[in-house]
């Protein structure tokens, strides 16, 4: 057979392969809308994606431990879900409920309304570091005196004392690795200055 006549024959296998390659895609696709759960419906955005293979990220971590049940209703009031399970990495300064109810009374409750929704994601943005930061990367950062940015836009101060790491003047009470980087409890809502 001459190179002429394979070529045509060879460009229309490939387009051939193609076509069921797309077939077999799109009739799979409707199987799994339909496993989809009504509220994954309305939330079309990462957060709405659950499997039983992947590590659990930052959000499924914190909705699986009561003490950050306040944390959770917060990410969700300010419409930050699909934000904070993102690829990453990202390290959450995550306060505990006792933190948020260090706050002034009614603080909490006057954040989470429709109407505060920007102020909220401000200062919830405030403990969201958009890089890796292990516990030994804070110290590294501590001892050469740097801040970290923050994905509000602002920076916090990382400080190594004798009882551990504080960051933005608040301890950071335990590490947990997450599948988008890492979460470090606190035991105070670090609330920036012009808030």
Same mark, same amino acid.
């Given at each position: 057979m001459k190179l002429k006549t394979l070529i045509p024959i060879l460009i229309i296998a490939i387009m051939i392969s193609c076509k069921n390659e797309k077939q077999e895609s799109t009739e799979t696709t409707?199987?799994? *809308?339909?496993?989809?759960?009504?509220?994954?419906?309305?939330?079309?955005?990462?957060?709405s994606v659950t499997d039983k293979v992947s590590d659990a990220n930052a959000l499924q971590v914190a909705q699986s431990l009561p003490d950050f049940s306040t944390l959770v209703t917060?990410?969700?009031?300010?419409?930050?879900?699909?934000?904070?399970?993102?690829?990453?990495?990202? *390290?959450?300064?995550?306060?505990?409920?006792?933190?948020?109810?260090?706050?002034?009374?009614? *603080?909490?409750? *006057?954040?989470?309304?429709?109407?505060?929704?920007?102020?909220?994601?401000?200062?919830?943005?405030?403990?969201?570091?958009?890089?890796?930061?292990?516990?030994?990367?804070?110290?590294?950062?501590?001892?050469?005196?740097?801040?970290?940015?923050?994905?509000?836009?602002e920076y916090l101060e990382v400080v190594k004392k004798d009882d551990g790491l504080y960051v933005g003047g608040t301890k950071i009470l335990k590490t947990v690795k997450v599948s988008n980087g890492w979460i470090h409890?606190?035991?105070?809502v670090i609330v920036p200055k012009d808030k």
């Open positions: 409707p199987a799994a *809308t339909e496993q989809a759960s009504p509220e994954a419906s309305e939330n079309q955005g990462q957060a917060a990410i969700e009031a300010a419409g930050l879900e699909n934000s904070v399970v993102n690829a990453g990495p990202l *390290t959450i300064f995550a306060p505990t409920n006792e933190a948020f109810g260090k706050l002034p009374e009614g *603080t909490v409750e *006057t954040l989470v309304k429709p109407e505060n929704k920007e102020k909220l994601a401000f200062i919830l943005k405030n403990h969201v570091a958009p890089a890796n930061y292990p516990d030994t990367q804070l110290e590294k950062e501590a001892k050469k005196g740097r801040k970290l940015y923050m994905a509000s836009g409890v606190i035991g105070d």
